[in-house]
């Protein structure tokens, strides 16, 4: 079966810091991968996603980029944090849609952000 | 740019029907209406999808209006448990990619 891990679980980090997100997706092959963000209160914005190594691409314009360096790895950064990057951020997993089949997404328990 | 619209919130008596409704007005012809909860501080969690027949699982049933334009997610007999935010989502298929579109849910109480 598949699973999706995200870590770390729960991060406080200054402003000015660094940040790297991990998600890694097992049991799968070539998935297509999202991240989102979620504000308190507040539904699910899509920031990135991707159909295979190497392609990104970015639904808005932001403090933070993406990568996926592997097959079933994507990874969230950012050079320097801002206060408004705090929020609960999830990755999420789906069969690519060329495979033609049922592409409901699976999401991983997610990252909380504190930017202090 | 979500493509739904759905209450804020609404409350629902244990052991009773939820029916939760949602507004895809906008939807295309080859555009799914999927459903996904999420309790706090968890990832969202599937429940069912369609495209224009009723369809049933063992979470719940998704009524979806004849235009397409409006659905109902049942949860048949709510539980305490079923307290979430319940959203619904318009799929959207790109080439090679499936985009979700979320919008801000609909926060379910479900009381004693």
């Known amino acids: 079966s598949q699973t999706i891990h995200q870590w770390p679980a729960t991060l406080v980090q200054p402003v000015g810091s660094p940040l790297s997100l991990e998600c890694t997706v097992e049991?799968?092959?070539?998935?297509?991968l999202y991240w989102y963000r979620q504000a308190a209160g507040r539904g699910l914005q899509l920031l990135f996603y991707?159909?295979?190594?190497?392609?990104i691409s970015s639904e808005v314009p932001q403090n933070l980029s993406a990568s996926r360096p592997q097959d079933r790895q994507f990874i969230l950064s950012s050079k320097k944090l801002l206060l408004s990057d705090s929020g609960f951020y999830l990755c999420?997993?789906?069969?690519?849609?060329?495979?033609?089949?049922?592409?409901?997404?699976?999401f991983g328990p997610g990252t909380r952000l504190t930017v202090t | 740019d979500a493509k739904t619209t759905q209450p804020p919130s609404m409350d629902c008596a244990e052991g009773r029907a939820a029916n939760l409704p949602c507004n895809h007005s906008t939807i295309s012809g080859n555009e799914y209406v999927y459903w996904y909860r999420q309790i706090h501080s968890q990832g969202p969690q599937y429940i069912i999808h369609?495209?224009?027949n009723n369809e049933t699982n063992e979470m719940a049933s998704l009524i979806i209006t004849e235009d397409r334009k409006s659905s109902t997610l049942i949860l048949p007999h709510a539980t305490l448990r079923d307290t979430a935010v319940y959203y619904c989502?318009?799929?959207?298929?790109?080439?090679?990619?499936?985009?979700?579109?979320f919008g801000s849910g609909t926060k379910l109480n479900v009381k004693p």
């Open positions: 989502i318009v799929r959207v298929a790109l080439y090679n990619f499936n985009k979700f579109y």
């Open positions: 369609g495209l224009k």
């Open positions: 049991g799968t092959s070539n998935p297509n």
């Open positions: 991707s159909v295979g190594i190497g392609q």
């Open positions: 999420a997993w789906s069969v690519s849609r060329l495979t033609g089949r049922a592409a409901e997404q699976y």
